[in-house]
Structure formats: structure tokens, C-alpha cells
């Protein structure tokens, strides 16, 4: 095994890393603060090439792999989790179907912009009674001569508000056994029909566009029916597989960010005449946070190494989004509890953290369901 990373991860890690504490860093306090999406992030990062890091040159992209992509999210999350998922969800959610099952026309006129940094993506799956029971969608998708003619109601879609074309998930029919055949179709935001509106008032990745989205009498041709339209479900369960790493590389960096501030803070505070560090009951809070983050990174290293080399991934990207993100939350309790009542305060952070990083454990599929992913993979049914 070599578990050195080549001189290309390397060179996106450092690029992801200077960009986060350069740009996103002086400004997370305040976007949480406002819940305000920072636009001319975005911008920046796709003029860097950060949004087509896992894409090829031909669409726009930097030819990277899933490990670099990793890196960067990883980086990017360390200082602002809202930056961090909104990003991680329009590569992963917003492009990379395209990229697995979309057609050659469909690669140049939606991926290419993405990739390039100069549109967004969204992927619009939940709806109000589909969470994780996401067979039970609702969104209908119905033939209409050349077009489908889409009618239904998404809700908690990242970016949405700010993306140029979203990933609609809709039943287009019924299958052989009855069951509803559910098809990804992509829908420009800009078409007649398509009602979006952010006036969620979260409790934390509060900078991150968060979308309802209402879709009545929408039209689009059918020319937009991403992949197999009897294999839209298993499609979309493959791109949340990918989306998973994601998530899990964004609960390492909350991790990292919160073992990092409670580290310097046991550093410099002083009780009883020496700094909080030297008890031995700070130590094992700071030893096990620093564990943890690192079983967590190499458990999402792993998966993100086994998708780049077309090896079976499922079961590594639920481990690596369920033991990351739960690590994110522990160590931003502990780092909380290291700071004692300034980890209550906004300007340290950790308060932060904790906000940011128990949305991870609920989306992109929650702690259960990964469980559950698991347990299938171990054979149990």
C-alpha cells in the first residue's frame, strides 16, 4: 500500500488550502451571521478551477481525480461549512450525473458551464414526504409529443436559488412488477413553471443556498432524460454513493477545524497556573479528536481511491459518511467543551461547527440509512 499522495493531490490540497484561509476564513463569522451565499466565492473558486477538479478537460474540467476533489472539500470545509456543502453539492450532485449517464450533447451544453466555474448546478431529490424514502417520489414526469411536462415540490435543495439547471428526480411511468419507474431529467431553472424560494431559517450551513422548489406544468423536452429512463432510480443511488465521499471528506474538514481551534485554545488558556493542555483530561479529548479525524480521512480516502480505480465503492462511502460525520460532530461538541463558556460565543467558532456539522448526519441520506447501506452490503435483508 502507499498512502503517499501524488504531487498533483498535493498541489490541489495546498492551492485548496491557501484559497480557504485567504478568502473563505475572514469571511465564514459573517456568513453564517447574514446566511448570506457567498456569490463571489463561487466565482473565484471556478476561475481556480476548484468546480471541474473531477471532470475531464474535454468538458471544462481540470482531468483531476475523486481523491483531489476529496482534498479540496476537505480544505474548504475546515473554515466555512456552509462554503463546503455548497460546493461539494454542485460537483457532486449537480454535475457528476451528467458526467456518468448524460449524453454527449448533454455533457457540452449543462456540464461544460459547471465545470468551468461559470454556472452552478443543484440536484432536486427530497421532497416533503420522500426523504430518505426517496421511492416514494411524487414529481411526475409525463410525455407530452417531443416533451416531458414535469408537476411536483422539492424541498432542502442546496444551490438551487443561485444554479442555472437542476437534476429533477419524477416518476415517468411504471415498470413490468407496477412499481413506479423514476427517471433524472434536467430542468434549466429559467423555465416557464419553475418556482424557487429560499426562506429556510436554518440552524446552521447557514451561508448555503437552501431551496423549495415547485414545479407546475414545467416543460422540457425529452431530450433532456438523463441515462436509462428504466434505471433512473439505481442511477441516482450511484450518485449519491459518489455524493457520500463528499459529504464524509466535508465532516473530515469540519473535524480537522474544530481539533485545530480546541488545540490552540488548550494552548493558550491557563487555569491554576498552566495552560489547559498540560490536564491530562484535555489531553485525551485532543488525542481522541485527533484519532478520529484521521480514521475518518483515510476511511474517505479510501472510498475516493477505490472510485477512481472502478472498484465497487457503496459500502466504503457509507462508512466514510457515517463515521466522518458523526467524528465532525463529536469533535465540535468537544472543542465546545474545551473552550468552557467562550466555545458558547460566536467569534471562537466552535459553536459553529456543531451547527454546520450536525446537517451532515441527516443529508445526503442520515446516519440510518447508512446503517442500513451497510448492513445489505454484509448480506443482511
Given at each position: 500500500?502507499?498512502?503517499?499522495?501524488?504531487?498533483?493531490?498535493?498541489?490541489?490540497?495546498?492551492?485548496?488550502?491557501?484559497?480557504?484561509?485567504?478568502?473563505?476564513?475572514?469571511?465564514?463569522?459573517?456568513?453564517?451571521?447574514?446566511?448570506?451565499?457567498?456569490?463571489?466565492?463561487?466565482?473565484?473558486?471556478?476561475?481556480?478551477?476548484?468546480?471541474?477538479?473531477?471532470?475531464?478537460?474535454?468538458?471544462?474540467?481540470?482531468?483531476?481525480?475523486?481523491?483531489?476533489?476529496?482534498?479540496?472539500?476537505?480544505?474548504?470545509?475546515?473554515?466555512?461549512?456552509?462554503?463546503?456543502?455548497?460546493?461539494?453539492?454542485?460537483?457532486?450532485?449537480?454535475?457528476?450525473?451528467?458526467?456518468m449517464f448524460?449524453?454527449?450533447?448533454?455533457?457540452?451544453?449543462?456540464?461544460?458551464?459547471?465545470?468551468?466555474?461559470?454556472?452552478?448546478?443543484?440536484?432536486?431529490?427530497?421532497?416533503?414526504?420522500?426523504?430518505?424514502?426517496?421511492?416514494?417520489?411524487?414529481?411526475?414526469?409525463?410525455?407530452?409529443?417531443?416533451?416531458?411536462?414535469?408537476?411536483?415540490?422539492?424541498?432542502?435543495?442546496?444551490?438551487?436559488?443561485?444554479?442555472?439547471?437542476?437534476?429533477?428526480?419524477?416518476?415517468?411511468?411504471?415498470?413490468?412488477?407496477?412499481?413506479?419507474?423514476?427517471?433524472?431529467?434536467?430542468?434549466?431553472?429559467?423555465?416557464?413553471?419553475?418556482?424557487?424560494?429560499?426562506?429556510?431559517?436554518?440552524?446552521?450551513?447557514?451561508?448555503?443556498?437552501?431551496?423549495?422548489?415547485?414545479?407546475?406544468?414545467?416543460?422540457?423536452?425529452?431530450?433532456?432524460?438523463?441515462?436509462?429512463?428504466?434505471?433512473?432510480?439505481?442511477?441516482?443511488?450511484?450518485?449519491?454513493?459518489?455524493?457520500?465521499?463528499?459529504?464524509?471528506?466535508?465532516?473530515?474538514?469540519?473535524?480537522?477545524?474544530?481539533?485545530?481551534?480546541?488545540?490552540?485554545?488548550?494552548?493558550?488558556?491557563?487555569?491554576?497556573?498552566?495552560?489547559?493542555?498540560?490536564?491530562?483530561?484535555?489531553?485525551?479529548?485532543?488525542?481522541?479528536?485527533?484519532?478520529?479525524?484521521?480514521?475518518?480521512?483515510?476511511?474517505?480516502?479510501?472510498?475516493?481511491?477505490?472510485?477512481?480505480?472502478?472498484?465497487?465503492?457503496?459500502?466504503?462511502?457509507?462508512?466514510?459518511?457515517?463515521?466522518?460525520?458523526?467524528?465532525?460532530?463529536?469533535?465540535?461538541?468537544?472543542?465546545?467543551?474545551?473552550?468552557?463558556?467562550?466555545?458558547?460565543?460566536r467569534e471562537?467558532?466552535?459553536?459553529?461547527?456543531?451547527?454546520?456539522?450536525?446537517?451532515?448526519?441527516?443529508?445526503?441520506?442520515?446516519?440510518?440509512?447508512?446503517r442500513i447501506?451497510?448492513?445489505?452490503?454484509?448480506?443482511?435483508?
Amino acid at each position: 500500500m502507499n498512502f503517499e499522495l501524488t504531487k498533483e493531490q498535493v498541489l490541489i490540497q495546498e492551492m485548496a488550502r491557501n484559497f480557504a484561509d485567504e478568502v473563505i476564513q475572514p469571511r465564514a463569522i459573517d456568513i453564517d451571521k447574514t446566511a448570506t451565499f457567498p456569490e463571489d466565492i463561487f466565482k473565484k473558486m471556478g476561475e481556480l478551477g476548484f468546480m471541474g477538479i473531477p471532470f475531464p478537460e474535454e468538458y471544462g474540467g481540470s482531468g483531476g481525480d475523486t481523491i483531489s476533489y476529496a482534498l479540496a472539500v476537505e480544505e474548504i470545509g475546515r473554515v466555512c461549512g456552509s462554503t463546503g456543502l455548497s460546493y461539494a453539492a454542485a460537483v457532486s450532485l449537480g454535475a457528476s450525473p451528467i458526467l456518468m449517464f448524460g449524453t454527449e450533447e448533454q455533457k457540452q451544453k449543462y456540464l461544460k458551464p459547471i465545470a468551468e466555474g461559470k454556472e452552478l448546478g443543484a440536484f432536486g431529490l427530497t421532497e416533503p414526504n420522500a426523504g430518505s424514502d426517496a421511492g416514494g417520489t411524487k414529481t411526475t414526469a409525463v410525455k407530452d409529443g417531443d416533451d416531458f411536462v414535469i408537476n411536483g415540490e422539492k424541498c432542502f435543495i442546496t444551490n438551487a436559488s443561485f444554479a442555472s439547471s437542476m437534476i429533477i428526480t419524477a416518476v415517468t411511468g411504471k415498470n413490468e412488477k407496477g412499481r413506479n419507474i423514476i427517471s433524472a431529467i434536467i430542468v434549466p431553472t429559467n423555465t416557464e413553471g419553475v418556482t424557487i424560494t429560499s426562506e429556510y431559517d436554518k440552524m446552521g450551513v447557514r451561508g448555503s443556498d437552501t431551496a423549495e422548489i415547485v414545479l407546475n406544468n414545467v416543460r422540457v423536452p425529452q431530450s433532456n432524460l438523463i441515462g436509462d429512463p428504466q434505471k433512473g432510480f439505481k442511477q441516482f443511488l450511484t450518485t449519491l454513493d459518489g455524493g457520500r465521499i463528499s459529504i464524509g471528506a466535508l465532516g473530515v474538514g469540519i473535524a480537522q477545524g474544530a481539533l485545530n481551534k480546541a488545540l490552540q485554545y488548550a494552548k493558550e488558556r491557563t487555569q491554576f497556573g498552566k495552560t489547559i493542555s498540560s490536564f491530562q483530561a484535555i489531553q485525551f479529548k485532543l488525542a481522541d479528536m485527533a484519532m478520529e479525524v484521521e480514521l475518518a480521512r483515510n476511511m474517505v480516502l479510501k472510498a475516493a481511491w477505490l472510485k477512481d480505480n472502478g472498484k465497487p465503492f457503496s459500502k466504503e462511502a457509507a462508512y466514510a459518511k457515517l463515521f466522518a460525520t458523526e467524528t465532525a460532530v463529536r469533535n465540535a461538541d468537544e472543542a465546545i467543551q474545551i473552550h468552557g463558556g467562550y466555545g458558547y460565543m460566536r467569534e471562537y467558532e466552535v459553536e459553529r461547527y456543531l451547527r454546520d456539522a450536525k446537517l451532515l448526519v441527516i443529508g445526503e441520506g442520515t446516519s440510518e440509512i447508512q446503517r442500513i447501506v451497510i448492513a445489505r452490503q454484509l448480506g443482511c435483508r
